[in-house]
């Protein structure tokens, strides 16, 4: 049996929603972004979305900079830019499981998901929609 891929043949991948927990007492949350990642593919990606109106709905005194501050630091180790610092020397699953790992900051990861597909990033862009918007 062969481990070679087929162009178009479905892979696993994984996925977690992010959420920002505004007041962790209170035990809400609302998704505001997605990771994916595609081992076979050597795919890690991530896409954020902020409906500020509805996140201040849940908290009027919620830190919206910090918000969008957490998330261009998850951006910053999906993509292994610079300023991720060491996660930047990271493979994509280790950079996926760091980001998918429980934390108690206010943007939190959902739980680890998996599914099928043969294009990661738009599925990455399905579950965006499904998910958050």
């Known amino acids: 049996m062969s481990n070679i891929r087929t162009a178009g043949e479905p892979t696993v991948f994984e996925y977690a929603a992010l959420r920002?927990?505004?007041?962790?007492e209170r035990g809400e949350s609302m998704n505001?972004?997605?990771?994916?990642y595609c081992r076979a593919l050597d795919y890690?990606?991530?896409r954020a979305h902020?409906?500020?109106r509805r996140l201040l709905a849940?908290?009027?005194t919620l830190d919206l900079?910090?918000?969008r501050s957490a998330l261009k630091a998850v951006n910053a180790v999906c993509c292994g830019g610079?300023?991720?610092g060491q996660a930047a020397r990271e493979t994509p699953?280790?950079?996926f499981r760091w980001l998918t790992a429980p934390r108690s900051t206010i943007v939190q990861p959902g739980p680890v998901h998996a599914g099928l597909t043969d294009a990661p990033e738009a599925e990455l862009d399905r579950l965006l929609h499904l998910l958050v918007m």
Request: charged share 25%.
């Open 93 to 95: 699953g280790t950079r």
């Open 44 to 46: 890690l990606g991530c």
């Open 58 to 60: 849940l908290d009027p």
């Open 32 to 36: 505001v972004g997605v990771v994916v």
């Open 65 to 67: 900079e910090g918000v």
């Open 50 to 52: 902020l409906d500020e």
């Open 82 to 84: 610079e300023h991720a």
């Open 20 to 24: 920002v927990v505004p007041r962790v």
